[in-house]
């Protein structure tokens, strides 16, 4: 009878191909329950995006609350269930919803003003305040960024004045976006200048920002310079005007404006924000348009126009000019995002067909 022995290289590769399967199987368990989790993730997006909310929420808090999941995961699960909770008019639940998601820090999580609902937003700023006991101060990951406030703008229009009104919050949004590639340089959302101004009313006259105000918003904000100004539209030539003013000393850092065609709005924009980062000592990226800005002036007053009436509580007439806005350039990303932020509100009033959601609701 003949008898065969392994060879060392044999005993090697069925050692090998034992190790191999055996990483295999401990792979596919291993992906299976991540699997499993991203499904409810989607599940519950869906549910959220036909505003079904009651289920959406059962879903949200099963991953919120789950140490399985990964903080991200549950970071994205406690936006969509803020959202939802707003969308039943449950602004408690709402909260403590904001409440948990900061409490899963570090790292800082900030929510995007853009993509929430509006109520959302003050609810996270209050619970922002809450958290650091009172204080309105921004926190950032890098204490060495420079932080810039930029106020809203002055309307000194007088031909048409009504009709450009809306440009006091699109023009700064417009800059804030632009200067935001600054190297060194963090810009507070407006949303959150204009929700402190509201809270402690700082602003002594409507529509109207004075120095004393802009300084005193940049010192609770923690900001290190804060900049405000004014704007005139006259015969189809728009001037722009804007002041920098050092936070800690009140010292005017620039006074600048700029002139051109009302329908080359993003080229003065674009050349008042880089005057503004050089005049705070910031470095910036070269701007580029993309997909989120627009260089229509219809667009861009639509969208300016949505802002105001989202600030008023008219959240129906605010996704109507956002929609106005996409209407004029479909590439127009931003107000396509303010739109999506408000189907919440609409669906709760029953102003909106929630199964019209556009795939981005699930942003």
């Known amino acids: 009878m003949q008898h065969t022995t392994d060879t060392p290289h044999s005993s090697r590769l069925l050692a090998g191909l034992g190790l191999l399967v055996g990483g295999i199987a401990l792979l596919i368990c291993m992906a299976a329950p991540v699997a499993a989790q991203n499904a409810t993730m989607e599940e519950a997006k869906d549910e959220y995006m036909f505003a079904n909310y009651d289920q959406a929420i059962d879903l949200f808090s099963e991953v919120a609350h789950s140490s399985e999941y990964d903080s991200e995961t549950r970071i994205e699960a406690f936006r969509y269930l803020g959202r939802s909770y707003i969308a039943k008019d449950e602004d408690q639940a709402a909260r403590e919803a904001m409440n948990e998601l900061i409490r899963l820090e570090p790292p800082i999580v900030e929510l995007d003003a853009d993509d929430e609902p509006p109520p959302l937003i003050e609810l996270y700023y209050e619970a922002r305040r809450d958290a650091q006991d009172g204080e309105y101060q921004v926190e950032q990951e890098d204490p060495g960024l420079q932080t810039l406030a930029i106020m809203d703008f002055t309307n000194n229009s007088v031909d048409q004045r009504e009709r450009f009104d809306g440009l006091t919050k699109g023009l700064p949004s417009m800059m804030i976006n632009s200067i935001n590639n600054g190297v060194d340089l963090k810009v507070i959302e407006r949303e959150r200048i204009q929700w402190?101004?509201?809270?402690?009313?700082?602003?002594?006259?409507e529509d109207v920002v004075d120095q004393s105000t802009a300084v005193r918003t940049g010192e609770l904000l923690g900001a290190n310079a804060v900049v405000f100004g004014s704007y005139i539209i006259l015969n189809d030539q728009m001037r722009i005007s804007a002041r920098v003013v050092k936070v800690e000393t009140g010292e005017v850092l620039l006074g600048e404006e700029v002139t051109g065609e009302a329908e080359n709005f993003f080229e003065l924009i674009e050349e008042l924000s880089q005057n503004i980062t050089r005049a705070v000592n910031v470095e910036t990226?070269?701007?580029q348009l993309g997909n989120e800005e627009t260089n229509s002036l219809d667009a861009m007053m639509a969208y300016s126009d949505g802002l105001e009436h989202m600030e008023q509580g008219d959240y129906r007439a605010?996704?109507?000019?956002?929609?106005e806005a996409t209407d004029h350039d479909d590439s127009f990303a931003r107000a396509e995002r303010k739109a999506e932020s408000l189907r919440p509100m609409l669906a709760l009033s029953g102003e909106i067909d929630a199964t019209n959601a556009s795939s981005n609701s699930t942003n």
């Open 196 to 205: 402190l101004l509201d809270e402690l009313e700082l602003q002594r006259q």
């Open 285 to 287: 990226e070269e701007t």
């Open 318 to 323: 605010a996704f109507e000019k956002f929609m």
